[in-house]
């Protein structure tokens, strides 16, 4: 099975910061990753497929790189809808694969 | 607009059986692969299983922890999904979410969710 290991696993942040995810896989799986935003008590939102590209609807200040085994999720500019806890996933092979999420709160 | 909706959870004793249910519109249910993932309470997401297209004669796939005691299936008159638990355990409680799978530039993802559905697993 493919391990993705995010990290942090907790970050505390200001509106306004500069902040940035690292999901990190245990064995290479191109560009297949997604990543998630979920607050509490909701399903999870898609806001980046194929590791980079931007969902439809999601604001521009979230962005995702990386192929291979390293891949970031950044918020360019940190907003109060923001906070929440964010999930890389893995669908390059089976059994597909998340990451322990990191959970982004008010500083 | 693409809707999914779970219904079916509840509580069950250990070594008892309940049938999810995944309601979608908005969409043609025949073209797309559709996932089921759960969430335990206060943990991270954890994908339990797929059922392929029609194209891909609606195959599907299990996590290792679910397998031969859950089965994925579809109803393409009613554009429902289902999940049929058996043998269930104190570990499977959860919120299972059903979720519409997309594929664009040779990635899958998933692109739309229902709100999920609690099953807790109790005696």
């Known amino acids: 099975d493919i391990q993705l290991t995010q990290s942090p696993s907790f970050l505390s942040a200001s509106v306004g910061d500069r902040v940035t995810i690292t999901c990190r896989a245990s064995?290479?799986?191109?560009?297949?990753l997604a990543w998630y935003q979920q607050k509490s008590g909701k399903a999870p939102k898609l806001l980046i497929y194929a590791a980079s590209t931007l969902q439809s609807g999601v604001p521009s200040r979230f962005s995702g790189s990386g192929s291979g085994t390293e891949f970031t999720l950044t918020i360019s500019s940190l907003q109060p809808e923001d906070f929440a806890t964010y999930y890389c996933q893995q669908l390059n092979s089976f059994p597909l694969t998340f990451g322990g999420g990191t959970k982004v709160e008010i500083k | 607009e693409v809707q999914l909706a779970e219904s079916g959870g509840g509580l069950v004793q250990p070594g008892g059986s309940l049938r999810l249910s995944c309601a979608t519109s908005?969409?043609?249910?025949?073209?797309?692969?559709i996932d089921w993932v759960r969430q335990a309470p206060g943990k991270g997401l954890e994908w339990v299983s797929r059922t392929r297209n029609k194209t891909k004669g609606y195959t599907t796939e299990y996590a290792a922890s679910v397998k031969g005691r859950f089965t994925i299936s579809r109803d393409a008159s009613e554009n429902s999904l289902y999940l049929q638990m058996n043998s269930l355990k104190t570990e499977d409680t959860a919120v299972y979410y059903c979720?519409?799978?997309?594929?664009?530039?040779?990635?899958?993802?998933?692109?739309?969710w229902g709100q999920g559905t609690l099953v807790t697993v109790s005696s």
């Open positions: 979720a519409r799978v997309r594929w664009a530039q040779g990635s899958s993802s998933c692109d739309y």
């Open positions: 908005g969409f043609t249910f025949s073209d797309h692969y």
């Open positions: 064995q290479g799986i191109s560009s297949i």
